[in-house]
């Protein structure tokens, strides 16, 4: 199981455990606002739970990865690995080390959505591999590719650290569809297991099913969800993250209107988003995650590359491994555009959303 582990500042101190709470009903209320001249619309605030007195222990909270059975996690992750894997995982079956079984390694690393440039520098890094292995069998071929493999995707493994800043301030991007909103409410539980305190703004204001879909979450979660009807994301985003400074959050999470990176005047609205929320905290956000939907494969690459020109993402977190063939894609980005893959989504639980670790996504890739 992963989990998240904290590192406390003071160790000889003990923070106290994050008490239960009851749902109240919603009730709006007007949120703090600082004057700033390019914010016009007031947000409201929806809350699902009254807030909880902030700890006085400072805390680190980083995501990681624990040893467990092949039943757990990883059974999940090769399960969900399967579609993007089925060419490969059938390979390795033969007696002899040739030529057509590097042709067939090549035509199925591209048809996962590898890309070229990540295919052709993995066959390289292999063959070097299995010469100095003197490998003898297709069934060592493959447990040399898995190492190649997690070696190319290695820098793209780092954990996500909460707790740097107080509160630490995420902004989610990502194209429509792509799972932005589901994927909060799944960080947002996990963060809640660790006993972090979490706000939520519902900056997608161009769609209203994306506000309600994030109270809806915000209820189920007992989580105070700042949003507004219509309006400035902007506006709400500033609002959110005045209001956890001032109410003791752990960590703020901006949702944003899903767009799609040839939407130059919605990117620009996205860099707005970002300035703001820096006039609302110095430093924040602190992390800018794109989400992305393994589906889209090749395409996934190029919202990487414009997303990150535009705002200089910090992290990913690709979603829909298991009903994907092309999940191929991450080797792709960590060849051309190496920005770190904070989690990866295999199924609709909440334990079906991890942290990325490079070892074992080779490892169940290639059938290992």
């Known amino acids: 199981m992963f989990r998240f582990f904290k590192r406390k500042s003071t160790p000889e101190t003990a923070a106290p455990e994050r008490p239960a709470e009851a749902a109240p009903e919603a009730i709006t209320a007007p949120a703090a606002r600082q004057p700033d001249a390019s914010i016009e619309a007031a947000p409201t605030v929806e809350t699902a739970a ?6 006085e222990t400072s805390q680190d909270v980083v ?10 996690w990883f059974s999940r992750l090769r399960c969900g690995l399967r579609k993007t894997g089925a060419g490969l995982t059938g390979l390795f079956g033969g007696s002899k080390i040739d030529e057509a079984l590097y042709e067939e390694l090549e035509s199925a690393l591209i048809m996962a959505d590898a890309g070229m440039p990540a295919t052709t520098a993995l066959l390289a890094d292999l063959r070097k591999r299995v010469k100095s292995a003197r490998a003898e069998t297709p069934a060592q071929v493959r447990t040399l590719l898995a190492d190649a493999l997690a070696d190319l995707l290695a820098p793209l ?20 569809g792509a799972g932005k909103t589901t994927t909060i409410g799944k960080l947002t539980q996990h963060l809640l297991r660790a006993g972090e305190k979490v706000l939520l703004a519902a900056g997608d204001t161009f769609r209203a099913a994306a506000r309600e879909q994030l109270v809806a979450w915000g209820q189920r979660n007992q989580v105070q969800v700042i949003s507004q009807e219509g309006g400035d994301p902007a506006a709400v985003a500033f609002d959110a993250v005045t209001a956890g400074r001032a109410r ?22 996205l860099k707005k988003v970002k300035r703001v ?5 110095d430093g924040a956000p602190h992390e ?10 090749q395409n996934a ?15 990913l977190v690709i979603t829909k491994l298991d009903g994907s063939a ?11 555009r190496p920005v770190p893959v904070y989690f990866i989504g295999v199924g609709e639980g909440l334990d079906d959303l991890q942290t990325f670790d490079a070892g074992a996504f080779a490892k169940a890739l290639v059938g290992e």
């Not at 929320?277 to 905290?281: E, R």
Request: proline fraction near 5%.
């Open 301 to 315: 690459l190029a919202q990487v590359r414009a997303f990150d020109d535009a705002l200089g993402l910090t992290g």
């Open 277 to 281: 929320v820096a006039k609302a905290m």
């Open 288 to 297: 800018i995650l794109l989400v992305i939907d393994a589906n889209n494969g």
């Open 326 to 336: 092309k999940g191929g894609v991450i080797a792709a980005i960590a060849r051309e």
């Open 50 to 55: 009254a807030p909880v007195a902030q700890d």
């Open 157 to 176: 493994q780092k954990p996500l650290d909460i707790g740097r800043q107080t509160p630490t301030v995420l902004m989610m991007v990502g194209v429509n």
């Open 63 to 72: 995501l990681v990865a624990e040893e467990q059975p092949a039943s757990g």
């Open 248 to 269: 003791g959050i752990d960590v703020v999470i901006v949702d944003t209107a899903g767009r799609l990176p040839t939407q130059l005047h919605l990117m620009e609205e």
